[in-house]
């Protein structure tokens, strides 16, 4: 069964310092995966997609994902975090046997302390 | 702003009431879909739209019907609203159903059944 897994449903971070979001998945095929942010009371925003090209992903912000396929993980960093970074981050694999169907993870709540 | 509009932002029911949520955009996508979010659950496909004419069911269809009016527009309708139904929902467009398409989010709809 294809499932997608963020470890952590929350993380707390000093601004300056290095955010680590992570994120496991679970697919039969190469799948597409996405990062999402939601900021409160907002829309979601796409962060940045890996499509199997390169393996090392930059997206808007700062923030980048890496796809290691032997560890089935797409976590998502940022090396110096920024108050405004403070929302909620959503973890998206899309299936290659079926397109209409995407998995969101539960998301992980990012916090910034000044 | 190009974008998914939907309406709307807020809305309060009875037990039994019916409503239909409004979605547009106008970016020319030939998909859209809704999705309700619950609280430690990521979202869930409701039902979508591939493309102008079709409708099908996604994760959790029971309650809900919708409507792809056209290219366009793309409602969902709750005909006896039910307490299991508070949640809020996101209306989401892309160019295509293929994997390595991304999503485009409306701000979403909070609905509080009581």
């Known amino acids: 069964a294809q499932s997608v897994t963020q470890l952590d449903s929350h993380v707390s971070v000093s601004e300056g310092t290095p955010v680590l979001l992570r994120c496991n998945y679970s697919?039969?095929?190469?799948?597409?995966l996405f990062w999402y942010v939601q900021h409160p009371n907002k829309g979601l925003q796409l962060l940045l997609k890996?499509?199997?090209?390169?393996?090392l992903v930059k997206g808007i912000n700062g923030f980048e994902a890496e796809f290691k396929k032997s560890e089935t993980s797409f976590h998502l960093t940022k090396p110096s975090a920024h108050m405004s970074d403070a929302a909620e981050y959503f973890c998206?694999?899309?299936?290659?046997?079926?397109?209409?169907?995407?998995?969101f993870g539960s998301g992980t709540r990012l916090s910034i302390r000044p | 702003n190009a974008g998914v509009t939907q309406t709307p932002k807020f809305q309060v029911l009875k037990t039994g009431q019916s409503m239909t949520l409004q979605c547009a955009q106008d970016m020319n996508h030939n998909s859209m879909y809704w999705y309700r979010q619950d609280p430690g659950m990521g979202l869930r496909l409701i039902y979508y739209s591939a493309s102008e004419g079709t409708t099908d069911k996604g994760e959790v269809p029971n309650g809900y019907n919708v409507s792809r009016l056209n290219k366009r527009e793309f409602s969902l309708r709750l005909e006896s609203a039910a307490p299991s139904q508070t949640s809020v929902y996101f209306c989401?467009?892309?160019?295509?159903?293929?994997?390595?398409?991304?999503?485009?989010f409306g701000s979403g709809t909070r609905l509080t059944v009581v």
């Open positions: 697919s039969s095929y190469s799948p597409s």
């Open positions: 998206v694999v899309t299936l290659y046997s079926s397109a209409s169907k995407i998995i």
């Open positions: 890996y499509t199997s090209a390169a393996t």
């Open positions: 989401a467009s892309r160019n295509g159903t293929g994997i390595f398409y991304g999503y485009t």
